[in-house]
């Protein structure tokens, strides 16, 4: 590939000498008269052009007296090492540059904390920041590395439709659209199709959006977040699924970790622990028990956001791990696909949370493959199987026995980075108040 202009990252005093492009914008500049000290960012670092009088044209020099933060910047030139913090300077001989307007309306050079809801409003200065960069990096690993682990376990990646008339969950908070003169929905999640799929391909996976009418305001719930959902045919059971979870958690944490290194140093923390196997795994019915005597209540029979972040304390001060499954919740509380578990005189399921530092990031079951016993679970659900048409006739013939999981790329990702609020994981988040930019 040609070389359009040298990183940050790419320069150093070992080039003495040598004519380069590079390009970023102005972070700040340093004006003593004859001379003008200039400091520019890429997304990859910082390095310094100095304009020198009757080294660089008078009208070189001027535009340097004129350049203002955030200007974008081109340079043609030549590195001379120098006693500057980088070793070296570049000596511009050309540029051209596209002014910043004045005041900018976040900070960039990090002598202020701007807040979120401004910074993500003009993302793209926000994004000049080392630290913003940073953390869009370390997204980017995690899904590369996501998406290299399913690939070497023969995985099919698959791409599902984003606008159907099937609402999965059978929830209320579900996003409506006008599909020419029919009403479809939003998909909440590619479940109904990535089951059918397994009956064919066996194991799939697939990254994309998931939309929730969620009028939360919550620190972990948006509108619109990106789901990593794998599913997977022939399973014995759900320990099937949580091994493949486990080794998905262990694998993405260790090229994190490996190769998120310099963004952690900027960031100022320390890269997670990966977890060993198995995590621990604890009963829904337990989970329940020791949150009574921790006093924490139930929503109805769901476990709330601080009961999550108790036993993810509990949990670790027991096993020293931040990782583990809550299994077999009650069958009251998870969707009708998931298969059944009789125990104890109870209806539970063959259902898990993954909850990571303290927050649900997976939820995944087995399912119901028999049809005659997930039409039945629909109507116990006080749903209509007609409302399900081709995803419930395709189990007349032949569906396997399969189980799978829906992984928030959005709150592992916070996580990962110690991050409480997931909007900052995020480029353009959607809430209910959100839709621009
Ligand atoms: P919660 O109980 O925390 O509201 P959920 O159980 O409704 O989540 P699932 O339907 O199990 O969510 O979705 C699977 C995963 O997708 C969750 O574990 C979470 O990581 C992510 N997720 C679900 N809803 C949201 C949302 N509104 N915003 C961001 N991520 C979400
Ligand atoms: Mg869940």
Redesign the pocket.
């Known amino acids: 590939m040609k070389k359009i202009k040298w990183f940050a990252k790419e320069l150093s005093p070992n080039m003495d000498g040598e004519r380069v492009r590079v390009a970023g914008w102005v972070v700040r500049t340093r004006d003593l008269g004859k001379i003008v000290f200039v400091i520019v960012r890429d997304s990859t670092g910082e390095f310094q052009l100095t304009f020198k009088k009757g080294v660089v044209s008078d009208e070189l020099l001027n535009i340097a007296k004129k350049l203002t933060t955030a200007s974008a910047i081109i340079t043609e030139g030549v590195i001379r090492k120098a006693k500057t913090k980088f070793g070296f300077e570049i000596i511009p001989e050309k540029i051209e540059v596209n002014f910043s307007a004045t005041p900018l309306p976040v900070d960039i050079i990090g002598a202020t904390e701007t807040e979120l809801s401004k910074r993500i409003k003009w993302r793209t200065l926000d994004l000049r920041r080392p630290k913003a960069v940073a953390i869009f990096k370390i997204r980017s690993l995690v899904v590369a590395a996501i998406r290299e682990f399913f690939i070497k376990n023969n995985f099919v990646e698959i791409h599902t439709p984003s606008i159907g008339i099937y609402s999965a969950?059978g929830g209320a908070?579900v996003f409506e659209v006008k599909y020419f003169d029919k009403k479809a929905y939003l998909r909440?999640?590619p479940q109904l199709y990535k089951q059918l799929l397994v009956g064919a391909l066996e194991k799939v996976f697939e990254i994309s959006p998931?939309w929730?009418a969620?009028p939360?305001w919550?620190t972990?719930?948006?509108?619109?977040?990106?789901?990593v959902d794998a599913e997977i045919a022939w399973i014995n059971g759900i320990d099937d699924v949580l091994d493949v979870l486990e080794d998905l958690i262990i694998y993405t944490l260790e090229k994190v970790r490996k190769e998120g290194k310099g963004c952690f140093e900027t960031l100022g923390i320390e890269p997670p622990n990966v977890p060993s196997k198995p995590f621990p795994r604890v009963e829904y019915e337990d989970a329940v028990k020791l949150l009574k005597k921790a006093g924490i209540p139930l929503e109805g029979k769901?476990i709330p956001?601080k009961g999550?972040e108790w036993l993810g304390k509990h949990i670790k001060e027991k096993y020293g791990t931040d990782a583990f499954f809550i299994i077999h919740f009650p069958y009251e509380i998870r969707?009708f696909y998931t298969m059944k578990l009789e125990k104890n005189g109870k209806t539970l399921t063959k259902s898990f949370?993954?909850i990571y530092r303290g927050?649900?990031?997976?939820?995944?079951a087995q399912r119901e493959h028999r049809y005659d016993v997930l039409k039945q679970q629909i109507v116990e659900k006080g749903l209509r199987p007609e409302a399900f048409g081709y995803y419930l006739e395709a189990f007349k013939y032949g569906m396997p026995p399969h189980g799978g999981?829906?992984?928030?790329?959005?709150?592992?990702t916070a996580r990962i980075l110690q991050i409480e609020n997931?909007r900052e994981v995020i480029l353009y988040p959607r809430d209910p108040l959100t839709l621009e930019p």
């Open positions: 969950e908070d909440q999640s998931a929730r969620e939360h919550t972990r719930h948006l509108c619109e977040f990106i789901s769901e956001g999550e969707p949370d993954l927050l649900e990031i997976a939820s995944g999981f829906g992984l928030g790329l959005d709150r592992y997931i």
